[in-house]
């Protein structure tokens, strides 16, 4: 018997429906269908303590939807997310109270994340006077400045409003404001996305270090497989609202399975070896809309087959790490 | 000849009394054929380099001082009717976010078609056939459907390709790319590298890539130029300059990425941000997170000098250099003319 | 897509061309006569607000007798001196105290081509009394009988001292054209609304309500005597009193009616146009809700305000000097008028009287007033009357809502004019002072809630009697009387304008009632 | 498409149903429409048979529920004044309103085009800073101190244009009565269009100002221009074809405050179309035609809504109306 | 290996509002424009002080000071601006009927806000069937002109309420109606500002935070959709003084004995043929240089708080 994971993610499923408003509403009762866009379709995942756990996948697999899905920003269309054993997703927001203190999250946008109308002090305490209401005004105050040198920023500037601040700075901020109710989990969405390579470093060691500092688990959300590589432990790698691979960091890099994880990697723009030549992809870059049949990748697959046009793969245990979600694997044609 | 020349140019932003000055004294030379890289993270002013070069800055930007030229002939002191004649003809451009580029209401076709008849008198029906061409050329599947779309039509990847489609229709000599792959997937961004490499050669294009991605430049340019805060701080060979970069913000940047670190370790780190235009300090602008500064720093831009893989702009390489070398002078005074 | 545009805009095109095709058919369209008149002319003529109706029973209302001057001839009418002209009846004679006999005109015929006959006349007269709103004025009229083809009798209930001016308001209408399809209608359409056989100098040719009448005279006009030259007239109702004028100074129109009196300094320095006032017998007052009111019950209080307000200011300020300050309600050409009764003004009289009357520090009450000159008026009495501390409420309203609050009786001070329907004294009392009586309609207008049945007795006896000085001597006591307990405020009496262009002649056409006879005038070149 | 007509089929219906309701509160309660069709000397007694006949004495869902019975039946009651259904009272008068709109729409677009990419493109020049001046001062005068001033200088003082009414009008096909086609007509349409227009353009140079300057930031016009294209074609293909689609939006929206300025400009030139109805028939208190006008009011919304989405749809290629059924 | 840590220099830009408030005195017409305003608005605020007469005290009006013309022309000290046709002051009018005009303008303008910004604010992060709703009917409701609306909600408020209740409270009946006519201009801004707000990811950190969904609606949201309400705000208070001069221009406004400047202009356009100018030019000077300055105002303050003239 396992140990209960950390987190578990059963069979997750998101779809939103593509029409809106009154009409599509009354349409759908009367028993039409409305298209629905499927951003996520049956993920299963477990996030062990202390880990840091990299999704990988290119715009629209839905790395971002299983963030906020998980984090209970939208809810789950179908399947169950479980924190520590305890079913989370069909909470409502006052029951999932208990829950906000540790989990968090860290966004993609600096520039949006922060309340522009909110000094940095009015953002930080703001959590930290709500979840722990017993504390005195100079306690708040104490535990802000403590809050901002602990990620390098100068408490002095506590009264400054987020467009005095640097991108970097920004992004500092908003792993201060996560860090403010002292969580377990944090979920990280493209934190480095729109962050500079020098200030990119920056805020990395910043998150490494947190990890250490407070045992946290981190699910890192990236396209950039080269901070998955210096980052994570595990990586998943996602297309179109599936799972591909899910594998240890260093076995990923080294020995890729799954054809689209190879393509991926080949594809990072490398300094030092430009011996690698990219693998080049077939075909289009389908939409969640227009989903092809089979397995989600073989449009573009080159090693795909008639049995990869027609049934979906399904997520096949290699070794105690790794799971991959490919025919061709399976039949060890690759 | 060299086919680009740009020589001092200075830009600023505002009317005279108050301008700020966003881009100081940039010089360096483009040959036919060549790829050069110009790298920098965002406000080092490398974009608005690219659109100087063309004489599109927008609105409060001028051309302050500086020759740009073209063959020998100066583009800063050409109307705006001659300019256009330059633009699309002689020198492309290619922009960083295709899913803005293209006007969202005119089908691909007419923006097409327009670019080659703005500068030839080729009809329409020829236009069109032309540009057919060059769909299939950059690799769109049923150009003629593709033809008659609306930009929306398309995804990232594909409209991207258009765009390099249009900038190739009359063969330019020079293509600016300004970030051309930034806005698009990894796996198809190394598509589109690979396909703006092969056109320019194909075509015999002179390419001036502007970005922020190292790994990029490593994969397309022949020569890289690395900008800080609207300066030019290091140029040299794309290969040396990875290998062993010798200015202190080149080193910060090329170590900062954390493929050059191990896995696990921390990374390297630049302390601070890039200044704003605005408020630049004195003398060389990295000095304030230059873990290297010395006093001089402060006080005086820092000259151009040749190290031997590249040339740098530094005052604390210049000591280097002047201590180890002395007698090697001459080498050194060359510096400045390479550009 | 294109095609549904195509669609839409053509089902758009078609839905509205209907009706207009509709509203066209509905237009009148009598057969279309050249005139013979070479030296024809052409007027164009803008009033504040067009006829409601060609039908002239249906509506007792200025308008309504303007058109018919037009399009009909009345058996008598009033001249521009105020006596009366023999028209379709050619003379007549008291046969007793209940009964006259009139002569009708021969020779003339209808628009129809049809001749006028007596059969015309009683036909005219049945429907008059059907009429809701001539139906009081002919009340006491109790048969017409036949006596040959031109002449009858009219028989009365009782004598009637007015039956002459009675005579005015009948304006025979062509029994044959109208046969079966007689019925007055208010609301709905009715034929005679829209199909009209007179005998009168014009015939309609083209109506689009609300925005334009044509006429062109009748070439079988009976009046051969008349000289009147003008061929055509295109008249056209514009609302606003600026617009109005502005048409006839831009040359749009030749002759507009009413003019402000605000507008009237303007004109009369203006070349070429001439600017016409006269007085009517209109009289403009302030009733005092008494019922309403315990105040106006004191006969101090009624006086003071009498007192208070200055007629000859509010004529000589807000109505231009062109009215004339009234301090009864017979205007002088009538029997009742009462030299002696003067407009009075005085203010210290007036703090006194309130005083007396214990309302030293005064009191506020309501005033309704319509709009236009009456509401300048009003506000003239309101500062005039918060002078011996009254203070007013004044409310301007609608003529809908004007109307409404007369029946309900529902304000403390209402400003009213009324125009004697019989050109005599009688007709003012009987509707502005004589006890409200639902069934008869006396007192329908008497909003002020004083009821002297001494005075509706003299009203009954005026009525009847036939002898000239008793009547003039009823008529002025009730006066006498109305004013010695200061019922209510005489204000002024009315003026009228016109403006036309010089050539029109305009000061020959037109009366103090409100009527022009535009056939019998004479436009010079 | 189908989807989209039922829809503001719907949409139509949900209109007019609120605008019945109100327009019926509104009835009978106005002022006395029977007290107004009488003459001074009538006794209460034949006032109130008249009013029993007419059926105003009814209880008010009693007259509500004949009202939308009839309604349903294209009945929408009998004008008092013109004795005729109010439908057609109204549908005579469209065609006057319609003209004049139309006559002030083309002169808005003449107008506020051309002056409106002008201030854009060339922003710092004298006579940008003069339009925009001049469109300030046009926004902010009351359209009725408009109509008034160009009355009275135009008609009254120079007598230069006529003052009140259409002129002669020409029937089309006798479908239609123009007043386009006749040089009086035209000539009676100045001042009353011009008036219209004087508020319209000022809000449109405005609108194509700031959506110009707004565009012309875009990566779109600046990739053209690095196309090496005409300026000409940048502002008059690129930038104009893209801005259409707020003025659009915007000229959709205006088409109400259109007809409430019909109201203001008819009244003062006293031109023969629904404005000037709606207002006098408020003073006349003629519910029926009241009612009337502000149905076809509401048709007319519904139809240049529709309309307005459907041109867009032309101009946005992103925008797809016919979405098919699964 | 670690590097000593720097605190890095950069720059504090100045506050939003010092930056708007300095670009504002460095525009001399906006400078103008604002003088104006508060002069008009302390006219108002004062008028009872600075009036020569209570225009609404009957007793100080008399008929025989009818018609004088301005001091300059007649000589008439008294009687700055001349008087009207019932002897009123027409400087203590104007004043008046600006302090009556103003009032309705701001009046009106805060119920518009208020039912906009509430019933936006709830439409746009709730969203869903009470969303499509609300702005269905501001559609229908936008569509059709405030004037329009105003005329109908007018005569139903009047036939409800009766004339005289109306003409008593006539200017709550107007802040009343016009308030109701024109709120979907603020409610669909709003709404527009909080599905742009609703996606930045601030909200979803609130919300991640276990605040109420209230708190992120009033104090996290609303501040950031307050901007653009600053200019409709300042242009709405110009329309309605319009529209509220154009009701009483039909005669539908406010009452006789208490002339707004609409109905001061409205009187006044009779007198337009008569020589008495000064009765309606001079209340249609007060009311456009008013409406000017405030459009000037609101042109002001679209362009310095843009978004695209302020960088965030």
Redesign the interface.
């Known amino acids: 018997m396992k140990p209960t994971p950390f987190i578990q993610i059963c069979d997750l499923e998101k779809s939103f429906p593509l029409k809106r408003g009154l009409f599509a509403h009354l349409y759908q009762q009367q028993g039409y269908k409305n298209p629905h866009v499927h951003a996520l379709n049956g993920i299963n995942l477990s996030i062990e303590k202390g880990e840091a756990l990299c999704v990988v996948g290119e715009t629209g697999c839905g790395k971002s939807t299983l963030a906020r899905v998980l984090m209970g920003l939208i809810a789950p269309s179908k399947g169950q997310i479980y924190y520590q054993g305890q079913r989370i997703d069909n909470l409502t927001h006052n029951e999932r109270m208990p829950f906000r203190k540790s989990m968090q999250m860290i966004f993609q946008n600096p520039y949006t994340s922060l309340n522009p109308r909110m000094t940095i002090f009015q953002t930080l305490s703001e959590p930290v006077s709500f979840h722990n209401a017993k504390l005195t005004k100079e306690q708040v105050d104490d535990k802000v400045a403590e809050l901002m040198l602990s990620v390098d920023l100068n408490p002095d500037l506590s009264d400054a409003y987020p467009h005095e601040f640097s991108g970097g700075q920004r992004q500092r901020i908003s792993i201060a404001r996560a860090l403010s109710v002292d969580p377990d989990f944090i979920v990280a969405d493209e934190p480095l996305a729109s962050l500079d390579v020098s200030v990119q470093a920056q805020v990395l060691n910043l998150m490494k270090d947190k990890q250490q500092q407070h045992n946290l688990t981190y699910l890192f959300i990236t396209h950039d497989l080269t901070v998955v590589k210096h980052f994570a432990n595990r990586v998943v790698v996602m297309y179109l609202g599936q799972v591909c691979e899910i594998a240890d960091a260093n076995t990923l890099f080294t020995q890729a399975k799954h054809p689209y994880t190879q393509a991926l990697i080949s594809a990072i723009p490398r300094l030092d070896n430009n011996a690698i030549t990219p693998i080049k992809l077939a075909g289009e870059v389908p939409t969640p809309l227009h989903k092809p049949t089979g397995c989600a990748f073989q449009a573009r697959c080159h090693y795909a087959n008639d049995r990869c046009r027609n049934e979906v793969p399904i997520p096949m245990q290699i070794d105690v790490s790794t799971l991959i979600a490919c025919h061709a694997v399976e039949e060890e044609r690759l | 000849m060299a086919l680009l020349e740009v020589k001092n140019l200075n830009v600023s932003f505002g009317a005279k009394h108050n301008a700020v000055p966003v881009l100081f004294d940039i010089s360096f030379i483009l040959h036919r054929r060549e790829r050069i890289a110009i790298v920098g993270e965002s406000g080092a002013g490398k974009s608005t380099l690219g659109f100087a070069l063309v004489n599109l800055l927008s609105k409060p930007g001028h051309i302050h001082s500086g020759t740009v030229k073209l063959d020998g002939t100066n583009l800063t002191t050409l109307t705006s009717p001659q300019m256009q004649k330059i633009r699309g003809k002689r020198i492309a451009m290619i922009f960083q976010d295709p899913m803005v580029t293209l006007n969202p209401v005119i089908t691909i076709g007419k923006q097409m078609v327009e670019a080659i008849r703005a500068h030839t008198s080729i009809n329409r029906h020829d236009a069109k056939k032309i540009v057919l061409e060059k769909l299939a050329q950059v690799q769109i599947p049923a150009p003629d459907i593709r033809f008659d779309q609306y930009p929306h039509e398309l995804s990232g990847g594909m409209r991207q390709r258009v765009i390099i489609a249009t900038a190739l229709l009359l063969t330019p000599d020079i293509i600016i790319a300004d970030e051309p792959t930034t806005a698009l997937d990894v796996t198809i961004q190394a598509e589109i590298l690979e396909l703006l490499k092969s056109m320019c050669e194909e075509n015999n294009v002179a390419l001036i890539l502007i970005t922020h991605d190292l790994g990029v430049v490593s994969r397309v340019a022949e020569r890289t130029m690395v900008m800080y805060a609207g300066r030019i701080v290091e140029e040299g060979p794309t290969l040396e300059i990875i290998n062993d970069p010798q200015h202190p913000y080149t080193q910060g940047l090329l170590n900062a990425l954390p493929q050059m670190t191990l896995a696990g370790h921390k990374l390297n780190q630049i302390p601070g941000s890039m200044p704003s235009l605005s408020d630049r300090p004195n003398g060389c602008a990295f000095h304030p997170r230059c873990q290297y500064a010395i006093e001089k720093c402060q006080i005086k831009q820092p000259n151009y000098i040749y190290s031997g893989i590249s040339t740098v702009a530094c005052h604390v390489l210049e000591d280097m250099i002047s201590e180890t070398s002395s007698s090697d002078s001459a080498f050194l005074n060359d510096g400045k003319d390479v550009l | 897509m294109k095609g549904l545009y195509f669609v839409l805009t053509l089902m758009l095109a078609t839905v509205v061309s209907s009706y207009t095709m509709a509203t066209h058919a509905t237009t009148i369209n009598t057969q279309t006569i050249s005139t013979k008149a070479t030296s024809a002319k052409t007027i164009k003529i803008a009033l504040d607000h067009d006829p409601i109706s060609l039908d002239p029973h249906e509506q007792l209302t200025e308008k309504t007798l303007q058109t018919s001057h037009l399009l009909f001839d009345p058996l008598l009418r009033w001249t521009q001196d105020n006596t009366l002209e023999a028209r379709l009846a050619t003379h007549w004679r008291n046969l007793d105290a209940h009964t006259t006999r009139f002569f009708l005109r021969d020779n003339v015929t209808f628009h129809s081509g049809n001749p006028l006959t007596v059969d015309d006349v009683v036909f005219t007269i049945e429907r008059l009394k059907k009429s809701p709103d001539f139906k009081a004025l002919f009340d006491n009229i109790l048969t017409v009988k036949k006596v040959d083809r031109l002449t009858f009798d009219i028989v009365t209930k009782k004598p009637t001292p007015l039956l002459l001016n009675l005579m005015t308001y009948v304006f025979p209408m062509d029994h044959q054209f109208y046969q079966d399809k007689d019925r007055v209608l208010k609301f709905g359409k009715s034929f005679a609304s829209y199909n009209v056989s007179g005998t009168g100098p014009f015939i309609v040719t083209k109506r689009e309500q609300g925005k334009q009448i044509d006429f062109i005279r009748n070439p079988n006009y009976w009046d051969t005597s008349s000289k009147g030259n003008i061929g055509r007239i295109e008249l056209t109702p514009i609302k606003s009193n600026s617009t109005r004028l502005a048409a006839l100074l831009s040359d749009d129109v030749d002759f507009i009616h009413p003019v402000a009196p605000l507008d009237t300094k303007r004109l009369e320095n203006t070349a070429n146009i001439d600017l016409i006032t006269l007085l009517s017998s209109r009289v403009l007052l302030l009733q005092l809700n008494q019922t309403k009111r315990a105040e106006f019950q004191d006969i101090r209080v009624r006086k003071a305000i009498n007192l208070a307000i200055n007629q000859q200011l509010i004529v000589d300020k807000v109505l231009k000097g062109l009215s004339k300050a009234a301090g009864q309600l017979s205007h002088e050409q009538f029997m009742g008028h009462v030299e002696e009764l003067q407009p009075l003004y005085n203010l210290d009289q007036a703090r006194q009287l309130m005083q007396e009357a214990g309302y030293a520090s005064g009191f506020r009450v309501s005033m309704i007033t319509s709009y236009g000159i009456n509401a300048q008026v009003a506000q003239a009495i309101e500062s005039m009357l918060a002078k011996i501390n009254i203070q007013i409420d004044l409310k301007a309203v609608p003529a809908a809502q004007y109307l409404r609050a007369i029946d309900e009786r529902s304000t403390d001070l209402l400003l009213m004019s009324w125009l004697s329907d019989t050109q005599d004294s009688n007709n003012l009392f009987e509707f502005l002072i004589a006890c409200t009586d639902e069934k008869t309609g006396f007192g329908a207008f008497n909003t002020h809630g004083y009821c002297n049945p001494a005075i509706d007795n003299m009203i009954n006896a005026a009525n009847e009697e036939l002898d000239q000085t008793k009547r003039r001597d009823l008529l002025q006591t009730i006066e006498k009387q109305l004013a010695a307990d200061a019922v209510f405020v005489p204000i002024a009496w009315l003026h009228l304008s016109w403006a036309a262009k010089r050539h029109i002649n305009l000061h020959t056409i037109v009366n103090n009632q409100n009527l022009y006879y535009l056939g019998d005038t004479v436009v010079s070149d | 498409m189908f989807v989209f007509l039922l829809r503001r089929l719907l949409q139509a219906c949900i209109v007019m149903l609120i605008i019945s309701l109100l327009s019926f509160v509104i009835q009978g309660n106005l002022g006395d429409p029977v007290r107004q069709m009488v003459g001074q000397s009538v006794t209460s007694e034949e006032v109130e048979k008249i009013r029993q006949e007419q059926g105003l004495n009814d209880s008010f869902f009693q007259q509500y529920g004949r009202y939308i019975k009839n309604a349903l039946h294209g009945d929408f009651g009998e004008s008092y004044f013109y004795k005729e259904p109010a439908f057609h009272v109204i549908m005579a008068k469209l065609p006057a309103t319609i003209e004049l709109t139309l006559a002030a729409i083309i002169l808005t677009i003449v107008i506020a085009i051309p002056c409106g990419v002008f201030t854009a493109i060339r922003p710092k020049n004298l006579a940008s800073h003069g339009i925009m001046f001049f469109s300030t001062i046009g926004l902010s005068t009351p359209i009725f101190i408009t109509a008034i001033l160009l009355l009275y200088v135009f008609s009254a003082l120079l007598q230069w244009t006529p003052s009140f009414g259409r002129g002669e009008t020409v029937s089309i096909m006798g479908l239609w009565e123009s007043g386009f086609f006749s040089l009086d007509g035209l000539y009676h349409l100045i001042l009353p269009s011009i008036s219209l227009s004087f508020i319209l353009a000022p809000l449109f140079i405005r609108l194509i100002r700031s959506e110009m300057l707004e565009i012309m930031e875009s990566e779109y016009i600046k990739y053209a221009k690095a196309k090496g294209l005409s300026s000409a074609r940048v502002y008059f293909i690129h930038a104009l074809k893209n801005i259409m689609l707020p003025i659009i939006t915007i000229g959709g929206i205006q088409i109400g405050n259109i007809i409430a300025y019909t109201i203001l400009t008819e009244t003062v030139f006293q031109w023969p179309g629904m404005g000037s109805l709606f207002i006098d028939s408020i003073n006349r208190v003629d519910t029926p035609v009241i009612s009337a006008y502000l149905m076809v009011v509401g048709v007319i919304f519904v139809f240049t809504n529709t309309l307005v989405d459907l041109v867009y749809g032309l101009f946005n290629p992103t925008v797809k109306l016919a979405v098919k059924d699964v | 290996?670690?590097?000593?840590?720097?605190?890095?220099?950069?720059?504090?830009?100045p506050?939003?509002w010092k930056h708007i408030w300095a670009g504002f005195l460095s525009d001399k017409l906006a400078v103008l424009a604002f003088s104006i305003f508060v002069f008009y608005c302390l006219i108002a605020m004062a008028a009872p002080l600075i009036a020569p007469f209570d225009p609404y005290?009957?007793?100080?009006?008399?008929?025989?000071n009818?018609?004088i013309a301005p001091s300059w022309i007649s000589g008439d000290e008294r009687f700055l601006l001349g008087t009207d046709?019932?002897?009123r002051d027409l400087l203590s009018a104007i004043v008046y009927g600006t302090r009556t005009s103003l009032s309705i303008g701001l009046l009106a303008v805060l119920m518009q806000a208020s039912i906009g910004i509430c019933l936006g604010l709830i439409s746009g992060y709730f969203g869903g069937?009470l969303d499509?709703?609300l702005m269905?009917c501001a559609?229908?409701q936008?569509?059709?002109?405030?004037?329009?609306i105003a005329?109908?909600l007018l005569?139903?408020i009047?036939?409800?309420f009766g004339?005289?209740y109306y003409?008593?409270h006539a200017m709550i009946m107007l802040v009343f109606i016009l308030g109701l006519a024109e709120w979907p201009i603020f409610a669909r801004t709003v709404r527009a500002s909080v599905l742009a707000e609703k996606?930045?990811?601030?909200v979803?950190?609130?919300?991640?935070?276990?605040?109420s969904?209230i708190r992120i609606i009033f104090k996290?949201i609303l501040?950031?959709t307050i901007s653009p309400l600053f200019v409709i705000f300042t242009i709405q208070i110009?329309n309605v003084i319009?529209a509220e001069?154009?009701l009483s221009?039909?005669?539908l406004g406010m009452?006789?004995?208490q002339p707004s400047l609409g109905s001061l202009?409205s009187i006044g356009?009779?007198?337009?043929?008569?020589?008495?100018w000064w009765i309606s030019v001079v209340p249609?000077a007060v009311?456009?240089l008013l409406?000017?300055v405030?459009?000037?105002l609101g042109?002001v303050l679209k362009n310095h708080l843009n978004p695209?003239h302020y960088k965030?």
Do not use: W
């Open positions: 290996m670690s590097y000593p840590v720097r605190e890095i220099t950069f720059s504090i830009s506050r939003r005290d009957t007793a100080l009006i008399d008929l025989l009818a018609e046709a019932q002897g069937l499509t709703l269905r559609d229908i936008l569509s059709f002109s405030n004037i329009l005329i109908v005569a139903a009047q036939s409800i004339l005289a003409q008593d996606q930045k990811e601030y979803d950190a609130a919300y991640l935070m276990g605040i969904q996290h501040p950031n110009a319009v001069a154009a221009f039909l005669g009452p006789i004995s202009i356009f009779d007198y337009l043929f008569s020589g008495i249609c009311l456009m409406i000017l405030i459009n000037l042109d695209r965030d």
